[in-house]
């Protein structure tokens, strides 16, 4: 899968062009998407921005189709608002949210897959800013059904930067919302009226053989978060991420690499004239 992006306004380059013709001659998914900013390169009016999204998008796909039917496509959508006191990109802002909504929902009007949004945050470094930020935004995405969310943990900063503890925060969030969205499930089992007529009350559910059943997949259990008492609770809460991060790294395992294949790739660079130097960095991977 390769990604093209439309220059808001209504713009689509001639590199993205190229781009999007070599993937549709090979019959590969291409993502489509736009990233305009109400205020600067939209109108600052929402409605107006999706509309400048959707002509954007739409154009490109219509575009596709064109030069090779039957091209698969994702309909993407990055756009959000500008801070009209700096001008910069706001992605954690309520109104990006609302537009990450609405990829998904117009993507769907369209009978095509979504990609858009993410757990995105115009903070600085891992604080609260970055907590509400991007547990707004990813809910976004995910009340919305949006198919494919490449942003999805340790971005910072309007994307100039990224972060290895956000990522694992952002995956507490993910985690958050994926069981809130699960919702609650009603059979006989999970309203034991045996149990409850049996405990009766005043009585207590901690060592009943129902907790032990459930106690592992009904709750959400948080790897991060810090609950209950402690001395020290914000170093308890980076010890944990930290724990996480160290877990994480260990159990890491390098794909093995087609080495046929990385041969294919330096002599197709080699023959478009990128620098030595610049393929030797296909020996890391």
């Given at each position: 899968?390769?990604?093209?992006?439309?220059?808001?306004?209504?713009?689509?380059?001639?590199?993205?062009?190229?781009?999007?013709?070599?993937?549709?001659?090979?019959?590969?998914?291409?993502?489509?998407?736009?990233?305009?900013?109400?205020?600067?390169?939209?109108?600052?009016t929402?409605?107006?921005?999706?509309?400048?999204?959707?002509?954007?998008?739409?154009?490109?796909?219509?575009?596709?189709?064109?030069?090779?039917?039957?091209?698969?496509?994702?309909?993407?959508?990055?756009?959000?608002?500008?801070?009209?006191?700096?001008?910069?990109?706001?992605?954690?802002?309520?109104?990006?949210?609302?537009?990450?909504?609405?990829?998904?929902?117009?993507?769907?009007?369209?009978?095509?897959?979504?990609?858009?949004?993410?757990?995105?945050?115009d903070?600085?470094?891992?604080?609260?800013?970055?907590?509400?930020?991007?547990?707004?935004?990813?809910?976004?995405?995910?009340?919305s059904?949006?198919?494919?969310?490449?942003?999805?943990?340790?971005?910072?900063?309007s994307?100039?930067?990224?972060?290895?503890?956000?990522?694992?925060?952002d995956?507490?969030?993910i985690?958050?919302?994926?069981?809130?969205?699960?919702?609650?499930?009603i059979?006989?089992?999970?309203?034991p009226?045996?149990?409850?007529d049996?405990?009766?009350?005043?009585?207590?559910?901690?060592?009943?053989?129902?907790?032990?059943?459930?106690?592992?997949?009904?709750?959400?259990?948080?790897q991060?978060?810090?609950?209950?008492?402690?001395?020290?609770?914000?170093?308890?809460?980076?010890?944990?991420?930290?724990?996480?991060?160290?877990?994480?790294?260990?159990?890491?395992?390098?794909?093995?690499?087609?080495?046929?294949?990385?041969?294919?790739?330096?002599?197709?660079l080699?023959?478009?004239?990128?620098?030595?130097?610049?393929?030797?960095?296909?020996?890391?991977?």
């Open positions: 899968m390769n990604g093209v992006n439309t220059n808001t306004p209504l713009q689509f380059d001639k590199k993205m062009t190229e781009t999007l013709f070599a993937f549709a001659r090979h019959r590969l998914p291409v993502l489509i998407a736009a990233a305009s900013m109400a205020g600067t390169t939209a109108p600052v929402l409605a107006g921005n999706l509309a400048v999204t959707n002509a954007e998008v739409i154009a490109v796909i219509a575009l596709a189709q064109m030069y090779a039917p039957g091209t698969p496509v994702l309909y993407g959508s990055q756009s959000t608002n500008a801070d009209l006191s700096t001008c910069a990109i706001a992605i954690g802002s309520p109104e990006g949210a609302l537009c990450y909504k609405y990829c998904g929902e117009m993507a769907r009007f369209y009978g095509v897959p979504s990609r858009g949004g993410g757990a995105l945050t903070a600085k470094s891992l604080d609260v800013q970055a907590g509400y930020e991007s547990m707004l935004t990813y809910y976004a995405c995910k009340d059904r949006v198919n494919l969310v490449l942003q999805s943990a340790g971005i910072l900063e994307y100039l930067s990224a972060s290895f503890e956000k990522m694992v925060v995956f507490e969030i985690d958050m919302v994926e069981r809130y969205k699960r919702d609650i499930e059979n006989e089992d999970t309203i009226l045996d149990l409850i049996e405990v009766g009350p005043g009585g207590q559910y901690l060592l009943e053989e129902h907790t032990l059943e459930f106690c592992r997949q009904e709750p959400f259990l948080p991060v978060s810090v609950r209950g008492p402690h001395a020290n609770p914000k170093g308890v809460y980076m010890e944990n991420i930290q724990k996480r991060l160290h877990t994480m790294l260990e159990s890491y395992q390098k794909p093995e690499t087609d080495h046929r294949i990385v041969n294919k790739m330096r002599a197709v080699s023959q478009a004239g990128v620098p030595e130097q610049v393929i030797a960095y296909l020996d890391q991977y």
